[in-house]
């Protein structure tokens, strides 16, 4: 299907009964009633019967009305328990009930005592008739119209809060951005919705070339199908809602059946996603329209959420291209600056840092050395100890690289310059290029410290070769409370298996 084309798969399943009209008889006179009842035996508006309600007072109708608040048209005599009774209730029903969507009918025996023109323009009714002239048919006209106006007014309701539900969730669904928590916002909101609490899951299909894969792998779900999280669909489901997930890829359209849906996105990188919402109920016309406009927003912030998603990974490699270049001129490895930067958002998480501060170190810290692109080869790649005057050119770096990230508004860069600063600072003061010691120094540069340190260990270099994991496990508690954090050192060492099979998953070239 298109970006936004909402194409629609109707399964044939069996029509639901709509409710009756509920229409409300109130006259203190019992024959009024019967008479009512009599002439609307058979009445039907819309292929809905009515269903009669009566009350004999005003406190009785009411009552009855906050019963049911959905009432369509009330049949309302004027004088009752008073010659005024109806029209207090009319005022009722307006201000104390709030319900301005029932149509009231005033039938009064009496015109004399409620003139029309006088109600008409003091009470907030729909219709004036005197008893006498109320025939059979005329009984029927008048509710014909007064159910057909109850009707439209509950249609415009509808459309306008469904509208805004629509509006609301759209706008939820377009503030994600990572792939995973947009189908699961995307899942949730459309559950919440079409007004159920059934499962839903979600399963993406990347370059398809137009062929049935050979499993729907299940990327995201909620409810009681998240056990399903990264099985295959087809395992899962019944056959029939298996077949459906099979008619929505190759028709490239929704599908909607009787007690579940499959929603299908495309974008124009040729990557397929399928909505499977379970245990739902039958959608009326309304109810169809709302969900393509959803469908629309959703389609329209999926292509975006991948346009957003492929300029990021553009940018993210030019972030790489650039430490690189400082690690290429140092003959050090390109999965080097990636390592640090993961091991740096993997040490900020366990430290307890917010997740976009962790996200924000995983692409800040692997230009930590960018600063050595203003080294001189000689320095730089010396592969003996520098001299006194080598060492202080080589330092130079954390300055350089901290002016040259500074100069940019961006937090991942602001945070790079941080860090390019102080990730020579050592815990006890012993470093530079300002000599800071303890909380001082930022929690990233103390970070990225010991993110550094553990990689190059542990990487072969133009000066060694790399450290076994004990070596370097004796070095880092060597340094512990002087070079390094040690709460930072403590949480290296208790999660050291994680750290090393981050290492091995992402090796030297």
Known sequence: MGLIDDGLDFSLEPTRLAPPWKVMIVDDEPEVHQVTRLVLANFRFAERPLQLLSAFSSAEAEALLREHPDTAVILLDVVMETEQAGLDLVRAIRDRLDNHFVRIVLRTGQPGQAPEHEVVAAYDINDYKEKTELTAQKLSTTLYAALRAYRDMRTIESSRRGLELVIKASSEVFSHHHPQHFSSVVLAKLTELIGVEGSALCCRIAHPNGTLPEHFQVTAAIGEYARYLSGNAEEKLPGHMVQSLHRAFSKKQHVFSGDHYVLHFADSDAREALLYVGESHQLDE??????????????????????????????????????????????????????????????????????????????????????????????????????????????????????????????????????ALTHHENFDGSGYPNALSGDDIPIAGRITAL??????????????????????????????????????????FANWAQVVALRQALPDA
């Open 451 to 492: 993110a550094d340190v553990f990689d190059a260990l542990g990487s072969r270099r133009c000066y060694k070769e790399p450290w076994s994991d004990e070596e370097i496990r004796t070095y880092i508690i060597e340094e512990r409370g002087r070079k390094f954090d040690p709460a930072l050192t403590d949480l290296l």
């Open 286 to 419: 309304h109810g169809h329209q709302l969900m393509q406009v959803f469908c629309s927003n959703v389609a329209i912030a999926y292509e975006n959420l991948h346009l957003n998603q492929e300029l990021f990974d553009s940018q993210l490699d030019m972030l790489y291209l650039l430490a690189g270049a400082a690690e290429t001129r140092s003959r050090e490895t390109a999965n080097h600056v990636r390592r640090v930067g993961q091991l740096a958002a993997m040490l900020g998480r366990l430290h307890g840092l917010d997740e976009a501060t962790c996200e924000l170190l995983n692409y800040a810290a692997p230009l930590h050395d960018i600063g050595k692109i203003g080294i001189p080869d000689a320095i730089l790649n010396k592969p003996g100890l520098h001299t006194p005057q080598e060492t202080v050119i080589m330092r130079t770096h954390a300055e350089l690289g901290s002016r040259l990230l500074a100069g940019s508004r961006r937090p991942i860069f602001q945070l790079a310059a941080q860090i």
